[in-house]
């Protein structure tokens, strides 16, 4: 807020100091649109403009009578505000108010004694007390002078404020004859003079009376026949029969009677009574007394016995419209669902809507009004569609779909229930107008909607999706989240890819981006994908710089990819961005922020990443970048000296074991997390090697119980199910006595740690 | 009730003349004479011609110019009214500048050449002016103006202006002693109609007292009495009988109601719509015209006071009726049965319409709308325009109360289509003015409109019915709230303020990982000019906020005005205690020793207590009935004082938010704070008080003060107590429906289920409470006080999770914290939430 103020005030000091004839206009038009900020801009400015003229004062020689005249038509216009009271008060808060102020103010600004009062009314509501006093004085006096020689008043606003004010003090209630009789000589121009019938004194409201008396039953009468008409516009026969209940249809003459108060019957209306038996199908009040003596009153012979409905009668309410609309076009009926209050809800309500439509029409049910578009009440459209897309087919069926998934091909022979299905999901105008009403409000619905085909046909979903896009993607985002991994393990699932990757690009990589941030083994099966597919490069190319230097570096070891050159390639053309980007994976590795296994293979890359960057350290023109990254090679070489003679030790120190050993250690390790390994298998693989005579599987036990103890830090951060594997594993090992000594010391020491945090931490898990 | 019609058809005679010498008063008394007979059977053109013979005899007396211009508008079929009432208050000022001049100079001259005997209507109260004439000579002072006056009155009554009728004939009241029976009787009863048009209880009640003592007919609860003369009453009234004095007093009854179902409970006081009697006035009027001939019989019952009997009946039917209506006014249903089926006794075999109308309208008040229904059903013919918008008016208001307001729509519809089709007689006659209730009936309408959620068209109406009801607060109210309504359903723009902020648009920009969210803050751009003015081109009403901050302050001004009133007038006027015993024992022959002292001492009640009284075993019961009148118009008084308040916390708490939504902070904090300051204000509008004086000290950069008022709920493990509980919304309903309640204990609850439709206006307790946490939260976070304003945006988020403030709250603590993820994540959450695609292009710069 100081921002705002400090910096129009200055703005607006401008403005004035640079004010001539030419842009006197522009000035003023621009001060008037500041007073449209609300108050605070509004009480700036004026602040502003009061000090500009106080300033201005003090050298009176050069007064500019432009300033003038646009300061007091920015005045005028804040006068002119509703909230002119409040700017007003406090604009002037910080001056000094006297009358003798108020009197010189409104002469330098040519104010009439109308804006005068107005000035002097805002101010009986300031704070300040004496303010206040004065400003009541100052009333006062314009008040008599406007009684002494009447003048106009600029509205009926103001008059009422007048009297309102006088009435309101005993001592000034003397004046307010006088205003009166003024009133009664001055002409305004507003029209809305009715405002005022309560305050006027009797003799004024009686001549008002009189003259209006005269023209009453002239133009009155149009008038009311004007409001007769209207009325008649507005009564809602929808409403009327939900008042009424379901007696309305108690027989075909009876509902005729009050389809007939408003005829003719359109479509909309009919679509509006649909509507409303569908959601009223239960519930309503029996009382056939309501209705009967409704009939009653109006005139028509109604035995008072009629039957009791529990819901309408739609073969009556039907057969009734059909008799006095026989040419009801029953599509624009349901195009004209789209209206304020329609709302199915639940599923009885949908089918009885389903009912009274097949009785009314044989066609098949015109899908593009549900979802061709968004409609104006997008709940109601939902509520509908909710329902629809659950019923079975005799009931609702999107069959006759123009666009359809065509999705033979890419989930051929895929599980796909749908023969007993209403084919919903396989409609693309549908799931084109969900992902819309997910972005118009109502993410939340959607996708409990969604949960069904989730569940049963989620690849089906996604394809279908990846046909939409609109303007947030919001669902289809959610939706390939959650179905793409599913994918990617699926055996099939390389056909789907490619269909994504044809249809919907953009899709498909965020998807894959999104994955690439979680465990190796997607990464592993993606890379694989890709390469089936002939698309890696182009996908390498094509998503941001951190999940494709992960991409690449998973790749390179399966020697799909030559790092070095990509890294090479890419600094070539991406220069400091690209050397940024190396930076903060780098950063990421060594702080030990990934979180899964894979971790420990992007360790083993930097020594190329560093080489390459040193490399190439001439493309770079930010030294700072430079820099960082030296600092960064020392960190990292002194945690892991292995690294030190880049990259290509294959020492078989306690602390680091060769490549292949690790690569091989942490194969295992995936196999397990990814299923494919049970744990017995894994103890009893982990208990050979131990024994075993052969040195490179003993050193691949090592490296294993290693990587396994090491990773004990990350444990809380491993999603549920990776965490129970490795607290099953974690206690195996123990239990097998596959680890000894020292070894054994540094696992109990982790359970022991374990147990020591609070019981609901994720650690605990693992005993 | 048919005071007034009287005056319609009446033709006041102010009689002839009386000369000095003997021999022009023979010619003269024989002219006079003549017209009086002309008037009575409807010649009126012959009547003029005599009448202009006897001007021509005797220039300058007001009397004859009265006549003539009396008989000139029958003549000419009641046209303009306005013209008559000139005429009439020149006489008024004639007579009065003759009186002046000569004096003192009283004549007691029998007016023997009244002429008119108009073709009033059978019943008894028929033209009083009328009657003055003919009027068994009774003293007259020539240069009296009260004909004149009533008369005067008799037209701004029929015109609807009550109050300036009021202001007319409030003086001849009290100065009623000197003025002739008829005339006085006739005074009396239009002041009566005139005053329950207006629900003044107190002043009504003492008329009705004072009528009783002076025309006093024993009480109706003689039995024997009451129905031998009744029988005799039969014989010679039976015409007289078929004039439907139908008063429906429903309507008003309903408006009230309709009120209720409207959000604020104030319904009651719109009861106002003195509707009612209206109605039955024009009915009865317009018969008259059409069947005076046939009433003549009828018209005799004046000059005949001689046989008092049968004045009695009649008169004792009508009082019995006027107390019901009273008592009605009053909702004092219990004793309002009771005399209702009196009144059903006395008028045994006579028309019994205007009864079942008021028994009708008792079981409406009582909630037994299916009663009432047929009730009303069997109260008359619906043949003629004027009584069937009455009675379609009564049906509307019924289904209105039974809640079914677009059942009601029909009705009222149906009912302002009669009362145009009566407005296309043209030329317009004074009937017509007074027949044409559609000005009441728009106010119903309104009411109607304004519950079916239509605002537009129910400000059309209430500006049009604004001409009857500018002096009842509850109609500015009514307009305020359309203006309000509008401004809700988006129909009109608020003047600085973003007027949608029922969602939140977020507009995505660029693409790929540049792509950003934008949330617009709503500052608007829009300037609000000159040109938005209250009113459009045609004249009609545009609703805006300025229109509701003007209605409001008229309502404030109106009800500080009744209150101040109220205050000074403490005291019922008791000017004409006085007179009123003496007049009381010099005509209530039969009823011996009036203890005047009592008279003085006691309040006007006494009157009808003592008339009751005569039946010596009934004394005590008299006095039962006196205390029971005293005690509804106290319990009266109280409901009108409830209901005033409970206005009044409306009328603040909308002034309040009306002068926020304009931006205009200082006055809405003063507004709010009155209301806080308000005695028994209702937990709902206290807490409305402290919110909407908290966000004008936000506005007014005083945060701190603010803070106080929001504190105030909260506990101090930093959590909000609800503010208000469902309790204080019975004690709303109860309010409304108490006296009901009285009357048949739970059954009228059990009846009206659909009223509580006003609660959803007003936030539920746990709505309320998300609020305050949620202002909590903003006023935590623009203190820098993101833990604490996390607290709460969680909490006000789990009471009203589809809040927009509250989900922007929350985002902007998420965001302050550097989470945006989670910012993200409750923004596709929250279901108000829009996604667009920008239309905004950002240059490179930004």
């Known amino acids: 807020m100081l921002n705002l103020s400090s910096t129009l005030s200055g703005h607006v000091r401008f403005l004035l100091q640079s004010l001539n004839e030419a842009n006197a206009d522009s000035v003023r038009r621009e001060l008037s649109q500041f007073l449209g900020f609300g108050i605070e801009g509004s009480i700036v400015v004026l602040q502003t403009c009061l000090d500009y003229l106080n300033l201005d004062k003090a050298e009176a020689d050069l007064k500019n009578s432009q300033v003038e005249a646009v300061i007091a038509s920015t005045f005028r216009y804040a006068l002119e505000k509703p909230n002119s009271c409040t700017v007003l008060c406090q604009s002037l808060g910080s001056a000094d108010i006297s009358e003798d102020f108020l009197e010189n103010f409104s002469k330098v600004l040519h104010l009439s004694v109308s804006e005068k009062i107005g000035i002097g009314l805002a101010l009986c509501e300031s704070e300040n007390l004496e303010a206040r006093t004065c400003g009541k004085k100052f009333c006062v006096a314009q008040i008599e002078e406007l009684n002494a020689s009447p003048d106009s008043v600029d509205s009926y606003e103001r008059i009422q404020n007048i009297i309102l004010f006088l009435q309101c003090s005993e001592d000034l209630s003397k004046h307010v004859d006088s205003f009166m009789q003024m009133l009664s000589l001055v002409q305004v121009k507003d029209v809305a003079q009715f405002v005022l019938t309560p305050i006027l004194s009797d003799e004024l409201r009686e001549t008002n009376f009189l003259r209006d008396m005269d023209l009453f039953h002239e133009s009155a009468g149009n008038d009311f026949d004007a409001i007769l008409a209207e009325m008649e516009k507005e009564m809602s026969v929808v409403d009327i029969m939900r008042e009424l209940g379901y007696g309305c249809t108690v027989d075909v003459s009876h509902c005729k009677e009050i389809l007939s108060l408003c005829l003719p019957l359109t479509e909309m209306t009919i679509a509006r009574i649909l509507g409303m038996i569908a959601c009223t199908h239960s519930g309503l009040e029996e009382n056939s007394n309501i209705f009967s003596s409704f009939s009653m009153a109006l005139g028509c012979n109604t035995s008072s016995d009629l039957p009791l409905l529990s819901s309408w009668n739609i073969d009556v309410l039907i057969r009734t419209i059909k008799q006095l609309a026989p040419a009801t076009d029953w599509v624009r009926v349901v195009e004209n669902l789209d209206h304020e209050g329609f709302y199915i809800p639940n599923e009885a309500a949908f089918s009885l809507f389903m009912s009274a439509y097949r009785y009314a029409c044989q066609e098949p049910f015109p899908l593009h009004a549900i979802c061709g578009s968004l409609w104006n009440n997008t709940e109601g459209q939902l509520s509908f569609l909710k329902y629809a897309v659950l019923s079975p087919p005799e009931v609702f069926t999107f069959v006759h779909s123009g666009r359809q998934l065509v999705y033979i091909d890419a989930v051929h022979g895929h599980k796909l229930q749908l023969e007993d299905a209403n084919l919903a999901w396989l409609c693309l105008d549908l799931l084109e107008v969900l992902c819309k009403l997910a972005e118009s409000g109502h993410a939340r619905a959607v996708k409990l909607m969604l949960e069904y085909p989730l569940k049963h046909c989620p690849e089906v979903l996604l394809l279908g999706m990846a046909h939409v896009n609109t303007s947030y993607n919001l669902l289809q985002h959610d939706v390939t989240s959650i179905v793409l991994p599913m994918i990617i393990k699926n055996s099939v699932g390389a056909g789907m890819i490619l269909y994504l990757w044809q249809v919907n690009q953009n899709l498909l990589l965020r998807g894959l981006v999104e994955l690439l941030k979680s465990e190796q083994d997607n990464i592993t099966r993606i890379v694989e994908i890709c390469l089936e597919l002939k698309i890696l490069s182009t996908v390498l190319e094509m998503i941001p710089f951190p999940s494709s230097i992960r991409l690449a570096i998973i790749a390179s070891r399966k020697e799909l990819v030559d790092l070095e050159k990509w890294l090479n390639d890419n600094l070539y053309m991406y220069k400091d961005i690209f050397f940024e980007e190396c930076l903060k994976f780098l950063k990421g590795i060594q702080s030990g922020r990934s979180q899964d296994f894979s971790a420990k293979l992007f360790h083993h890359s930097s020594a190329v990443f560093f080489k390459v960057l040193k490399d190439q350290t001439g493309l770079i023109s930010s030294t700072q970048l430079i820099e960082e990254m030296e600092k960064l090679q020392a960190t990292i070489m002194d945690s892991n000296p292995k690294l030190q003679n880049g990259g290509t030790t294959e020492s078989s120190s306690s602390d680091g074991y060769g490549d292949d050993i690790e690569a091989e250690a942490n194969s295992y390790f995936h196999q397990m997390f990814s299923g494919q390994l049970t744990i017995d298998a894994m103890v009893q693989m982990l208990a050979r090697f131990k024994e075993s005579s052969v040195k490179r599987e003993q050193l691949i036990f090592e490296c294993m119980i290693a990587n396994l103890f090491e990773e004990y830090r990350f444990f809380p951060k491993y999603p549920d199910r990776q965490l129970k594997i490795a607290a099953v594993l974690f206690g195996s090992v123990i239990k097998h006595q596959l680890v000894t000594h020292l070894t054994l010391g540094i696992a109990l020491r982790g359970v022991l740690d374990a147990l020591r945090k609070p019981a609901d931490s994720k650690v605990c898990i693992i005993i | ?846």
Not at chain 2, 577 to 605: C, G, H, M, Y
Request: aromatic share 6%; glycine share 6%.
């Open chain 2, 1 to 846: 009730m048919d005071s007034r019609d009287s005056l319609s058809s009446t033709p006041l005679n102010r009689d002839g003349p009386s000369g000095d010498d003997d021999g022009v008063l023979s010619v003269t008394a024989a002219l006079a004479k003549d017209a009086a007979l002309y008037f009575q059977s409807k010649k009126f053109a012959e009547c003029v011609e005599v009448l202009n013979q006897l001007k021509q005899k005797k220039e300058d007396d007001p009397k004859v110019l009265h006549n003539i211009a009396i008989a000139e508008y029958f003549r000419d079929g009641c046209l303009d009214p306005k013209k008559l009432l000139e005429v009439l208050k020149n006489v008024k000022k004639r007579s009065e500048e003759l009186a002046h001049a000569s004096g003192e100079q009283v004549e007691c001259f029998g007016n023997v050449g009244n002429k008119g005997i108009p073709g009033s209507k059978g019943s008894v109260g028929l033209s009083h002016q009328i009657s003055t004439n003919s009027g068994s000579t009774i003293y007259m002072d020539e240069f009296d103006t009260s004909v004149a006056t009533l008369n005067i009155a008799v037209i701004w009554f029929h015109l609807h202006e009550y109050a300036k009728a009021l202001s007319v004939l409030e003086p001849l009241y009290q100065n009623i002693e000197p003025i002739d029976e008829a005339t006085a009787l006739h005074a009396c009863l239009l002041l009566l109609d005139i005053l329950l048009a207006c629900n003044d209880a107190s002043k009504s009640a003492d008329v009705l007292s004072y009528l009783e003592k002076a025309f006093g007919v024993g009480s109706v609860c003689q039995g024997d009495n009451a129905s031998m003369a009744t029988q005799q009453s039969t014989n010679l009234f039976a015409k007289s009988a078929s004039v439907p004095s139908s008063s429906l007093a429903m309507d008003v009854s309903n408006s009230d109601l309709a009120a209720n179902a409207s959000e604020n409970p104030l319904s009651r006081t719109l009861s106002e719509d003195p509707l009612d009697e209206m109605f039955s006035t024009l009915d009865i009027s317009g018969q008259n015209l059409s069947r005076s001939a046939s009433h003549s019989s009828a018209k005799d019952a004046p000059r005949t006071l001689v046989d008092r009997s049968i004045f009695g009946v009649d008169l004792k039917l009508k009082l019995q009726l006027y107390k019901v209506r009273f008592l009605l006014l009053t909702r004092n249903l219990k004793l309002a049965k009771r005399e209702v089926k009196l009144a059903m006794n006395v008028g045994r075999g006579r028309d019994s319409s205007m009864a079942l109308l008021l028994k009708a309208q008792l079981e409406y008040a009582r909630g037994n709308h299916r009663k009432a229904i047929k009730l009303l059903m069997a109260s008359g013919n619906r043949t003629e325009a004027g009584i069937s918008s009455m009675f379609n008016n009564n049906l509307g208001c019924i289904y209105y109360q039974l809640g079914k307001y677009h059942a009601s729509a029909v009705f009222f519809s149906k009912a302002l289509g009669n009362c145009s089709s009566l407005q296309k007689d043209k030329p317009l006659k004074l009937l017509t003015f007074s027949q044409d209730k559609s000005l009441l009936m728009t106010y119903n309408c309104g009411l109607q409109y304004l519950a079916c959620g239509k605002p537009i068209l129910a400000a059309r109406c209430f500006q049009k019915a604004v001409s009857v009801f500018y002096k009842r607060p509850l109609l500015w109210l009514r307009l305020a709230e359309c203006c309000l309504m509008a401004l809700e359903k988006g129909l009109i723009k608020a003047s600085g303020a973003p007027s949608d902020r029922s969602e939140v648009r977020v507009n995505i920009i660029g693409k790929g990982k540049w792509r950003q969210l934008i949330i617009e803050d709503g500052v608007s751009s829009g300037l609000v000019g000159k040109d938005d003015l209250n009113f459009g081109s045609d004249g009609q009403p545009k609703l805006s906020l300025p229109l509701a901050r003007q209605c409001l302050c008229n309502a404030l001004h109106l009800l500080n005005c009744s209150e101040l009133n109220n205050l000074k007038s403490g005291l019922p006027a008791s000017l004409e205690e006085n007179e009123s015993s003496e007049v009381v024992s010099s005509k209530n022959s039969n009823q011996r020793n009036l203890p005047t002292i009592d008279l003085n001492a006691s309040t006007l009640f006494v009157g009808l207590g003592q008339v009751n009284s005569n039946g010596d075993a009934k004394v005590q019961k008299g006095g039962l009935i006196q205390e029971t009148i005293q005690n509804s118009i106290s319990y009266y008084e109280e409901i009108c004082g409830r209901e005033n308040q409970m206005i009044k916390q409306a009328l603040l708490a909308d002034l309040a938010y009306v002068e926020l939504e304009l931006e205009n902070p200082l006055k809405a904090l003063t507004v709010a704070i009155s209301l806080l300051e308000l005695p028994d204000c209702s937990r709902i509008y206290v807490f409305l008080g402290h919110v909407y004086a908290a966000e004008a000290l936000c506005l007014l950069n005083k945060p701190k003060e603010a803070a106080e008022h929001l504190l105030i709920y909260l506990s101090a493990d930093n959590n909000v107590e609800l503010p208000f509980g469902q309790e204080d919304f019975e004690q709303w309903r109860v309010e409304n429906t108490d006296d009901c309640e009285e009357v048949n204990g739970g059954s009228v609850a059990a009846k009206n289920p659909p009223e509580n439709q006003h609660d959803f206006m007003f936030l539920k307790p746990e709505e309320a409470c998300g609020t305050l946490y949620a202002n909590l939260a903003a006023m935590s976070a623009i203190q820098g006080e993101l833990e604490r304003a996390h607290h709460f945006v969680m909490q006000a988020l789990s009471l009203v999770p589809n809040s927009p403030e509250a989900t922007m709250t929350a985002i902007y603590v998420d965001l302050m914290h550097g989470k945006s993820q989670e910012a993200l994540a409750k923004l596709k959450q929250c279901s108000h939430v829009r996604f667009l695609l920008s239309s905004l292009q950002l240059n490179k710069s930004s």
